[in-house]
């Protein structure tokens, strides 16, 4: 074998592999995103994981894909452990998908239609397509075919390069030499497993098999245990990806190269018994690019069929190799949905941040509610769990911050962005709640100690007050959550009602010291209640806003408000009468 040879070979290689990645992406970007919902959601029961496992990684064309994104539904919860087994089955026969494109290389143009099928003519049709809808069309999905249509042209250049590259080795007698003694199973195994290591990918490892066999060189003999070896080093990337993860997460992970290694094990032991008692007479058999596809599909398909059925026995397996550390700390349920494996696929990672922000509202909802009641009935119980609950929606701001804007980076749709920026609006709001909630506790601490006690009407007027912030706050929380833009309309008018109430307030309270109804440590206290009330309901209506904002496609929170007050839209003027009287100091 020439360098030239070489050199070509080593091309094909990077053809190839360069294709594989290039069609894998659009094809995530195409229905990946829809794929990956489809399998968090329904994958219920081990014959539906199965299924969907297959078809998901037949779409995206990566059995380590899909593994990775189950590891991250077992590592946030969102998936148990016996159902990830169950998809991580599915997945290894999808992945057996690829081989099958891979073998179309191997069609030769015999004249007549066959032709059409050649890998040359069918290389150039599938580029002309693809390198068209790339340059003349301004659909973003229309980009994303294209990437497909070119990613395969490039993956079978990259076959036939590497074809023809290694086509002189068929008669080197060292080559053949060489390919003897992977028949050797052990060392079959072995190089098998290291080479897909290496790759990070089976489908790549399967692929390189095909256009080695396209030689005429390679028997059963060799390709099986190469082809066992492939599958148990394709856990490789999955293992890296559950590092850092919780115990369900290392353990979903390490149910991937158990399954391989089981897999190898039985059809391996049971092949070579076999083969020594009766003689099968496989080991000769000359394999084809077809040949290598379809005895990785039966070999993976078989051992679905055989573990697949008993995910408990897994799941045993499993938790003896992975063991859950003594010092293992569980962080809080909703916050680990946001796991890192996700923000490689929006649809997901957006879906979790809807669910942990919505989580982080009501927190922030039921703080103020706690730092309310304070006032009427303090305890140190209470206020340690109101402190408690305080810490965490800080944590919340700073894990769901550094999630959205790390998720702000990948290329998102339309409807992603709005969803990534109604988020990061709001976040704040929810901290500067519990914020105000904590200052309430505080003043209601000091009111406590103190001893202090309101006058009959300043006791009144504030029962008015917090019936109205409570009112509020439900709205916008409500609004949010349920992505209702109807009632946030009537947030706006509400606040500015309690902004009245709390101008009134200030001024009836003025007058009470001056008549020596109140003295002036009531009055530090009741005004600091006020100040924090009026806030609450400002960041209510930022709440608000941003999701009437972002129906309208723009940010303009000064602009809404002026332009609602003057014309006196979403009937203003009604639901500011309507809460007017609902909340009087008459």
Not at 164 to 186: C, D, K, Q, W, Y
Not at 462 to 474: F, P, R, S
Request: charged share 20%; glycine share 8%.
């Amino acid at each position: 074998m020439s360098l030239t040879n070489v050199i070509s070979l080593l091309g094909g290689v990077a053809l190839f592999l360069f294709g594989m990645s290039l069609m894998g992406d659009g094809l995530k970007r195409v229905a990946g995103s829809k794929m990956e919902l489809i399998l968090y959601r329904l994958a219920g029961t081990p014959l539906k994981g199965v299924l969907l496992g297959a078809a998901v990684t037949a779409v995206i064309q990566s059995s380590s894909a899909t593994s990775v994104m189950v590891v991250g539904f077992v590592n946030s919860g969102m998936m148990k452990l016996g159902q990830a087994i169950s998809v991580i089955h599915g997945a290894l026969i999808g992945t057996s998908v690829t081989g099958w494109i891979i073998a179309l290389s191997s069609i030769q143009g015999t004249g007549g239609w066959v032709s059409l099928l050649s890998t040359s003519t069918l290389s150039a049709l599938v580029a002309v397509i693809g390198i068209f809808l790339r340059m003349f069309s301004k659909k973003q999905s229309h980009h994303h075919v294209g990437d497909i249509l070119l990613g395969f042209a490039v993956l079978m250049f990259g076959m036939q390069s590497m074809s023809g590259a290694v086509e002189p080795l068929r008669e080197s007698e060292g080559f053949l030499s060489l390919l003897t003694t992977f028949s050797n199973p052990i060392l079959g195994v072995l190089v098998g497993a290291a080479f897909t290591a290496v790759l990070q990918s089976a489908s790549a490892a399967v692929g390189i098999l095909q256009a080695i066999a396209l030689t005429g060189a390679v028997t059963f003999a060799t390709a099986y245990p190469i082809i066992l070896g492939i599958a148990i080093g394709s856990a490789v990337p999955v293992l890296f990806s559950a590092l850092g993860a919780k115990v369900d997460g290392r353990r979903a992970a390490m149910s991937y190269l158990l399954i391989e290694v089981l897999g190898a094990l039985i059809f391996g032991v049971l092949y070579y018994a076999l083969d020594a008692l009766i003689g099968l007479g496989l080991n000769h058999w000359r394999m084809d690019a077809f040949n290598v596809a379809l005895v990785n599909t039966l070999f993976r398909a078989a051992t679905a069929c055989v573990l697949a059925p008993f995910p408990g026995f897994m799941k045993k397996l499993t938790a003896l190799f992975v063991k859950e550390r003594e010092d293992e700390k569980e962080l809080n349920g909703e916050l680990d949905r946001l796991d890192e494996r996700f923000l490689m696929h929006p649809p997901l990672a957006i879906e979790q941040s809807r669910l942990t922000i919505n989580s982080m509202a009501t927190t922030a909802r039921d703080n103020l509610l706690r730092a309310m009641k304070l006032l009427d009935e303090f305890s140190e119980e209470r206020m340690r769990r109101l402190e408690q609950t305080e810490d965490l929606v800080d944590l919340y701001e700073d894990k769901l911050g550094t999630y959205l804007v790390r998720l702000n980076t990948n290329e998102l749709n339309q409807q992603q962005n709005e969803a990534v920026s109604k988020y990061l609006h709001t976040l704040t709001d929810f901290e500067r709640i519990s914020d105000h909630a904590m200052n309430i506790a505080q003043t209601a601490r000091e009111k406590h100690d103190k001893k202090i006690s309101f006058s009959g009407t300043a006791g009144k007027e504030l029962d008015v007050l917090t019936g109205a912030v409570d009112e509020i706050l439900h709205l916008a929380i409500r609004c949010f959550v349920e992505e209702d833009v109807a009632l946030a309309y009537q947030v706006e008018p509400l606040e500015e009602r309690i902004d009245v109430l709390c101008d009134t307030m200030k001024l009836n309270h003025v007058e009470r010291l001056q008549r020596g109804e109140c003295s002036l440590t009531q009055g530090f206290v009741f005004n600091d209640l006020l100040g924090d009330f009026e806030r609450v309901a400002d960041h209510c209506s930022n709440i608000a806003l941003a999701l009437i904002e972002l129906q309208s496609d723009e940010f303009d929170t000064h602009g809404y408000i002026l332009d609602l007050k003057a014309r006196h839209s979403h009937n203003f003027d009604t639901m500011y009468q309507h809460y007017s009287e609902k909340y009087s100091l008459d």
